[in-house]
T-cell receptor, first 115, second 115 residues
């Protein structure tokens, strides 16, 4: 039972570099999400997807991009990394609407530092 | 619009003492309510949830929470704290009509348990 798998767990980037955080889930969930967690700020939604080929912006999308080509995968792309993107990133998934309670299943997180 | 307020960014209790973590919410529709727990260097996992029905809900590890509509509260309690309860706890609210992609998290409360 892998659940939600994120890679890498840790990464250090230089300002201006780009990278992709990978996320995969094996629960056949329709909905997937990317959150960032900053100390004392809770979790902020970056992007979400309600199914393959469909993505939408969350609360803090600037500086990020996503794609959803399959049900299983939801990578997060950081273009031109900035120190403000230093954070812990969590991928999550949930069942679709229609009886869905909204419970989220989280990966273990990816800690990104931009220097 | 929905919002969540957790009272107290840090709570310290002695082992064996009552744990009380406070959460108040605002929502224009009857919400789904959640408590998630995050252990160090891990992702969030569901502790308990309220959707409909009985207002006192029981979760894992002896925790429970009561939905009080008149007070717009969903406080988390445990009669006797254990050292293993030391973690960060997040209250969250979700609009049932959105299937989870409008989940709003509180800022979190870090629980310390003293021997």
């Amino acid at each position: 039972n892998a659940g939600v798998t994120q890679t890498p767990k840790f990464r250090i980037l230089k300002i201006g570099q780009s990278m992709t955080l990978q996320c995969a889930q094996d629960m056949n969930h329709n909905y997937m999400y990317w959150y960032r967690q900053d100390p004392g700020m809770g979790l902020k939604l970056i992007y979400y997807s309600v199914g393959a080929g469909i993505t939408d912006k969350g609360e803090v999308p600037n500086g990020y991009n996503v794609s959803r080509s399959t049900t299983e995968d939801f990578p997060l792309r950081l273009e031109l990394a900035a120190p403000s993107q230093t954070s812990v990133y969590f991928c999550a998934s949930s069942y679709g609407a229609g009886g869905n309670t909204g419970e989220l299943f989280f990966g273990e997180g990816s800690r990104l530092t931009v220097l | 619009a929905q919002s969540v307020t957790q009272l107290g960014s840090h709570v310290s209790v002695s082992e064996g003492a009552l744990v009380l973590l406070r959460c108040n919410y605002s929502s224009s529709v009857p919400p789904y309510l959640f408590w998630y727990v995050q252990y160090p260097n891990q992702g969030l996992q569901l502790l308990l949830k309220y959707t409909t029905g009985a207002t006192l809900v029981k979760g894992i590890n002896g925790f429970e929470a009561e939905f009080k509509k008149s007070e717009t509260s969903f406080h988390l309690t445990k009669p006797s704290a254990h050292m293993s309860d030391a973690a960060e706890y997040f209250c969250a609210v979700s609009d049932p009509n959105t299937g989870g992609f409008k989940t709003i998290f509180g800022a979190g409360t870090r629980l310390f348990v003293k021997a």
